[in-house]
């Protein structure tokens, strides 16, 4: 996808979103509204190179600055011709208001690949950060975009002293007539590819914390079987569960030891908690009430999950293990409110869910905090009906199904900004899974 593409992509939800919906009841805030102007102006320069590299070097340039556009961290400033090569002139920079530029080179390193040297220049203080210098593949090796997407990443440390979720993937389902697809998608969109096919039905793909496996579900023949995919083989493998007619939503723990999931149990659905290593299950709910979808929080401490323990879905939060639930999400007795598919951000105490609360019944992706129960919670989403929300490892990107309003895929809201951009588009594309940080600078030769 050329940048171009991408950026006519882009949605802006500014005219969606004008202010607090007069139907909201107590405890639901409108927070999408998308503003840039606290956002900081960055441009890419065009990287040297020699003459046989010039076009290395441009795709470069081009994923590094979708990357950092992606990122919401920055508006992104196209560079002037007068300003394309030469010596660093900050004071015209200054006066074009631009506060980053990126500047640098590629070359041919010594083992077949390439040489990215990068500087970051800080325009206001006239100074350039310290250069650093990458070892990339070449530009036909299957891993150089997600090697040039740890470089943006590392960009955006070393500007904001916290990294960007460019190297990642995304992994969903696709569901067609009388079969499912396994499929994944690189962050910026790129790279869409299918993993595995089956005529029964997959669901709730989840990524292991190493990004090492992928757990999911499949449903067929009066049968449901827990599968765990290893990433770098392609081998499948059946995980422990017990034998029922049902089993769902998968989620690993932070360190990947245990795998929680919800089976059919006497009529209801009750959630249970498997050591991955040893296999044995225990059974963590018990209850005359549906419970699944469990998310376990950042130090493995608690899970959020959904239970209709009050007659309708609800978000809720237990000890990891078992214990007693705490209701999250607003509750009027007599009033309309269905949450569901909770998900806890990589840290901290957001979780995010999709829901409704109103007569129209859309559904609309939400973030609460699990730290204040029943307190205001905050509606990302105005357009169509928007499902199965998971966090980017950044914890500040959501990736979700939306429906209707002209709109069938996947988009990305950025919960800071409200801005949301296009990921994937099609019919059918549910229950979507924000990969770990798949490459990270370490595994890159760096210096100064």
Do not use: C
């Not at 590299?53 to 002037?80: C, H, K, M």
């Not at 018990?286 to 130090?299: K, L």
């Amino acid at each position: 996808m050329r940048f171009g593409v991408a950026l006519g992509l882009l949605v802006s939800t500014a005219a969606a979103v004008a202010g607090q919906d007069p139907e909201a009841p107590k405890g639901i805030e409108l927070a999408a509204q998308y503003q840039t102007r606290t956002q900081p102006l960055l441009a890419v320069r065009p990287l040297g190179a020699p003459v046989d590299l010039v076009g290395a070097a441009q795709a470069v340039q081009g994923i590094l600055t979708r990357d950092l556009d992606y990122s919401d961290r920055f508006r992104i400033f196209e560079t002037p011709s007068s300003l394309a090569s030469g010596p660093m002139d900050y004071a015209a920079w200054n006066s074009a208001r631009v506060v980053y530029v990126v500047d640098g080179s590629v070359e041919p390193s010594a083992d077949g690949g390439l040489s990215l040297r990068v500087v970051v220049h800080d325009i206001p203080y006239a100074e350039a950060k310290p250069a650093r210098t990458y070892t990339l593949p070449a530009s036909d090796d299957p891993g150089f975009r997600m090697a040039v997407h740890s470089v943006s990443d590392e960009i955006v440390r070393a500007i904001t002293g916290e990294p960007g979720s460019a190297a990642t993937r995304i992994v969903f389902v696709r569901q067609n007539r009388g079969s499912n697809d396994l499929m994944i998608v690189d962050s910026d969109g790129e790279n869409l590819r299918r993993l595995t096919g089956t005529e029964g039905l997959i669901y709730s793909p989840a990524w292991a914390p190493d990004a090492s496996r992928i757990a999911y579900t499949l449903q067929g023949d009066g049968s449901s079987q827990l599968f765990e995919r290893d990433m770098s083989s392609g081998r499948i493998r059946n995980m422990p569960a017990p034998r029922t007619q049902l089993i769902m939503t998968p989620e690993y723990s932070r360190d990947g030891s245990k795998l929680a999931f919800a089976a059919s149990i006497n009529d209801q659905l009750e959630l249970f908690e498997a050591d991955v290593a040893s296999g044995r299950f225990q059974q963590i709910t018990r209850g005359p009430a549906y419970s699944f979808s469990p998310s376990y929080s950042p130090d493995g401490s608690r899970i959020a999950f959904n239970s209709n323990r009050l007659g309708n879905p609800h978000i809720y939060v237990m000890p990891s293990g078992g214990g007693g639930a705490t209701l999250i999400t607003p509750f009027v007795s007599g009033q309309r409110g269905y949450y569901t598919s909770p998900q806890w951000a990589p840290s901290g105490t957001q979780i995010t869910f999709h829901g409704h609360w109103n007569s129209r019944g859309t559904y609309h992706v939400f973030v609460a905090d699990a730290n204040r129960p029943l307190s205001q919670i905050r509606q990302l989403t105005t357009e169509g009906n928007n499902e199965d929300p998971s966090w980017a490892p950044d914890g500040r990107h959501i990736v979700y199904t939306a429906s209707g309003g002209g709109r069938n895929g996947l988009y990305v809201v950025d919960v800071q900004s409200g801005r949301v951009r296009q990921l994937a588009q099609g019919v059918g594309l549910r229950m979507a899974d924000w990969s770990p940080t798949l490459v990270r600078t370490s595994g890159l030769s760096s210096g100064q």
